[in-house]
């Protein structure tokens, strides 16, 4: 503790999934889940319902028990430990507050369950709600709070108790898009002055992006990457990456050795040369994001080094900081993301248009997908 008016600064540990599986019956869960996670980072667990994501956070605080594998907290085994011995804080996707109590007495549950003095009770109290922003707040019943300083209740509850690690199971789920985005930067801040080990899980790509030092993706049980959100969004490992974190433009083709090295050739782009170091020849996939394709009026003079096809312009949405469009290239619809600018028209449905790829913005894909299970509950 630093002194007797805040919470003290918590422990950094680290946290690591070795082999974990898990099954219902012949329904299998997780399939090998290995992470390790640094001490004191911000690390989301992203993936669709039925990845397995949930499952995996309630084996870390101990209220499921995995097959196989072994889960690991500050370097200790903690596998098979109870959950009120593994000291780590939980805040459910409800926030599961008493309404009966005032916001005083749900953040003191903790602390009165485990018998610490009624003076350090109060200390850490109120540090909790100092912290949080709701020092004024103690007094209050949480149907008498919005949906945010309810959040904040139930983080404050699991702060006091000054765990090793933080587990946050979707806390922005119940919230809208508005306050939503406020609070996932308010849980950065926090989580960057207490310096906690926290890990997120969420199905929402955006929140995992924009606050995660690295995010893990599951699918179907399966770890599918672990990276940096620049990681995932630039070089995505498989299809399934590709296509969940982000929008995506995909091509099949094939990979050939051509002029001074190796080219994709498709029956929609022709071809686009391919860094030196791609592997082999065969069935490949390229893939590129809607905002890396560029737009221009049909005949325009070429910018150098990029590929030029011409298309025409099916839809248009205005999403106000950009303008998403369909064009149709060789009879293939490509999305297409235009910065919008004050006064700028853009193209109309039906006007033929020339859509631009850069061969550097181009990710060459496996031509096959990662391994994949039968879905069940997360």
């Known amino acids: 503790m630093d002194d007797g008016s805040a919470i003290g600064a918590l422990r950094k540990v680290p946290v690591e999934f070795a082999g974990v599986s898990l099954s219902y019956g012949r329904t299998q869960v997780l399939t090998g889940v290995s992470i390790a996670i640094e001490p004191g980072e911000f690390f989301a667990l992203l993936g669709p319902s039925g990845s397995g994501k949930s499952t995996l956070l309630r084996l870390l605080a101990g209220f499921l028990d995995p097959g196989a594998g072994k889960i690991r907290v500050g370097g200790e085994d903690v596998t098979r430990v109870p959950p009120w011995h593994r000291d780590i804080?939980?805040?459910?996707?409800?926030?599961?507050?008493?309404?009966?109590m005032t916001v005083r007495g749900n953040v003191a549950f903790g602390l009165v369950e485990r018998r610490l003095p009624r003076a350090e009770i109060e200390r850490?109290?109120?540090?909790a709600l100092e912290l949080v922003g709701l020092g004024e707040f103690g007094e209050r019943r949480p149907g008498q709070l919005s949906g945010g300083?309810?959040?904040?209740?139930?983080?404050?509850?699991?702060i006091a108790i000054e765990p090793k690690v933080l587990l946050l199971d979707e806390p922005l789920s119940n919230l809208d898009a508005k306050l939503r985005i406020h609070m996932r930067s308010e849980l950065l801040a926090l989580q960057r002055k207490l310096g906690i080990t926290t890990i997120f899980v969420t199905h929402d790509q955006e929140e995992a992006l924009s606050i995660a030092d690295r995010?893990?993706?599951?699918?179907?049980?399966?770890?599918?990457?672990?990276?940096?959100?620049?990681?995932?969004?630039?070089?995505?490992?498989?299809?399934?990456?590709?296509?969940?974190?982000?929008?995506?433009?995909?091509?099949?083709?094939?990979?050939?050795?051509?002029?001074?090295?190796p080219a994709f050739?498709?029956?929609?782009?022709?071809?686009?040369?391919?860094?030196?170091d791609a592997a082999g020849t065969g069935g490949a996939e390229i893939a590129v994001r809607p905002h890396a394709l560029k737009l221009a009026?049909?005949?325009?003079?070429?910018?150098?080094?990029?590929?030029?096809?011409?298309?025409?312009?099916?839809?248009?949405?205005?999403?106000?900081?950009?303008?998403?469009?369909?064009?149709?290239?060789?009879?293939v619809s490509?999305?297409?993301?235009?910065?919008?600018?004050?006064?700028d028209a853009g193209y109309a449905p039906g006007t033929e248009v020339a859509v631009g790829i850069d061969p550097a913005q181009v990710k060459l894909l496996p031509g096959s997908p990662a391994p994949r299970r039968a879905r069940s509950p997360s």
Do not use: C
């Not at 995010?215 to 940096?228: K, M, Y």
């Not at 050739?265 to 030196?276: D, F, N, T, Y």
């Not at 490509?334 to 006064?343: C, E």
């Open 89 to 100: 804080g939980m805040v459910f996707q409800n926030y599961a507050l008493w309404p009966h």
């Open 124 to 127: 850490r109290v109120a540090a």
């Open 149 to 158: 300083q309810q959040q904040r209740v139930a983080l404050a509850r699991t």
């Open 215 to 261: 995010v893990a993706v599951l699918d179907q049980g399966v770890i599918q990457q672990v990276g940096t959100p620049v990681e995932l969004y630039d070089a995505p490992a498989n299809r399934f990456i590709a296509t969940f974190v982000g929008t995506i433009n995909l091509f099949p083709g094939t990979i050939v050795g051509a002029g001074e090295g």
């Open 265 to 276: 050739r498709s029956e929609v782009l022709g071809e686009i040369p391919l860094k030196a």
């Open 297 to 331: 009026a049909a005949g325009a003079s070429p910018a150098p080094g990029v590929i030029w096809l011409p298309g025409a312009v099916t839809e248009r949405e205005f999403l106000g900081e950009f303008v998403r469009y369909r064009v149709s290239v060789r009879g």
């Open 334 to 343: 490509l999305i297409v993301d235009q910065a919008h600018y004050a006064g």
